[in-house]
């Protein structure tokens, strides 16, 4: 069993940057692949990054490719999302979530989920 908790969601400007963090409690992190997903009002969920145990692989969507960054510290039990260049696109809810092993892009792969934490971006 593992917790996640997100943070550092807020109100940016188009082209502020933000940093989402979302620290684990409850297992060994370092066992779980990490995932960012991010749900806009009246939209399906979608995939945004997704990370390795190690950290060592990562994915993208198209979307935010070039513009955000995930990484992980093991010592610290936290993954993170650096987004730089915000768009107003780019406003939801976003959640950390985690799976046991291997990354996946699929949001229904993970069995472990944040509450979300909410962006905004205006133009």
């Known amino acids: 069993q593992v917790q996640l908790l997100e943070s550092g969601g807020g109100l940016v400007q188009a082209g502020g940057s933000l940093r989402l963090s979302c620290a684990a409690s409850?297992?060994?992190?370092?066992?779980?692949?990490m995932g960012w997903f991010r749900q806009a009002p009246g939209k399906e969920r979608e995939f945004v990054a997704a990370?390795?145990?190690?950290?060592?692989?990562?994915n993208y969507a198209d979307s935010v490719k070039g513009r955000f960054t995930i990484s992980r510290d093991n010592a610290q039990n936290t993954v993170y999302l650096q987004m730089n260049n915000l768009k107003p696109e780019d406003t939801a809810v976003y959640y950390c979530?985690?799976?046991?092993?291997?990354?996946?892009?699929?949001?229904?792969?993970?069995?472990?989920w944040g509450q979300g934490t909410q962006v905004t971006v205006s133009s």
């Open positions: 979530a985690g799976r046991p092993n291997v990354r996946s892009i699929l949001g229904d792969d993970y069995g472990y």
């Open positions: 409850g297992h060994t992190f370092s066992s779980y692949a």
């Open positions: 990370i390795s145990r190690s950290g060592g692989i990562t």
